[in-house]
């Protein structure tokens, strides 16, 4: 049974970052593909990281969500560690993957996907509840969802099943959320639509971080970026400075 809420994290957090992220390797089998990756992403920030295909960027989210066995360093969730934790675990308390793949049930219909993805409501350290779905807020947020409420989700575009996949980790009310690659092989008016979700999603104060190649989809909706160089950072700024970069 879904319990109504969800209890405030209990460790200190100083309601500016939300991730910390220091020294962190990762690699598959044996052979490593991360190398002492540091950074930060802050309450209400969009942070987009940038880098070709092979630079890590996929590795980085799955290290994040505990995905990889292979992985050292320290990670933290608003003051609170997780490198150690269950990928469920590290959902419930509040962090969403969306991977570039979808990982949607497409025998389930837009509703049933949906349903899935459900959790109780949040609240910030400090008491303040934190933003809360439901499915009438997320078919605001995504019209063409609303057309196809009863439409199996294995019978939809590529696009509309991004959205979807968006559109499900949200009823998990999160503080923070992971796109994988959300322009990648979608309509350019899939990517329009895309991008004001995201704009809106900040603008209720969910930090967001983003792995992207298109600079042109990133520079309009991030605040920071990060550069990934064969598993490395190269480059931590503004978007305006990357250009010189990328």
């Known amino acids: 049974m879904l319990q109504t809420s969800v209890s405030p994290i209990s460790t200190p957090f100083t309601n ?3 991730l910390k992220v ?14 002492q990756l540091s950074f930060d992403l ?20 799955k290290a994040i969500m505990g995905l ?3 992985c050292t360093g320290q990670i933290e969730l608003m003051g609170q560690s997780i490198e150690y934790l269950a990928p469920y675990k590290i959902a419930q308390l509040g962090l969403a993957y969306v991977p570039e793949d979808r990982r949607l049930f497409t025998d389930l219909t837009v509703v049933e996907n949906l349903k899935v993805g459900q959790q109780a409501a949040r609240f910030w350290p400090n008491g303040q509840a934190a933003p809360a779905w439901t499915t009438e807020q997320i078919f605001d947020l995504f019209p063409n969802l609303a057309k196809m409420p009863h439409r199996l989700a294995g019978q939809m575009s590529g696009g509309e099943q991004k959205m979807l996949s968006v559109a499900r980790s949200l009823m998990g009310n999160p503080f923070m959320m992971m796109l994988d690659e959300p322009s990648e092989g979608v309509a350019p008016i899939i990517v329009e639509q895309m991008a004001k979700v995201i704009l809106q999603l900040k603008a209720q104060g969910l930090s967001i971080l983003l792995s992207e ?13 990060i550069l990934l160089n064969k598993g490395q950072i190269s480059f931590n700024g503004s978007l305006n400075d990357l250009k010189d970069h990328y």
């Open 16 to 18: 500016t970052h939300i």
């Open 22 to 35: 220091q020294n962190l390797n990762a690699g598959y089998l044996g052979s490593q593909v991360l190398h």
């Open 42 to 61: 802050r309450k209400g920030e969009v942070l987009a990281l940038m880098g070709r295909n092979g630079a890590g960027k996929s590795t980085t989210f």
């Open 68 to 70: 990889l066995p292979e």
């Open 213 to 225: 190649q298109n600079m042109f989809f990133a520079q309009d909706l991030a605040d920071r970026a």
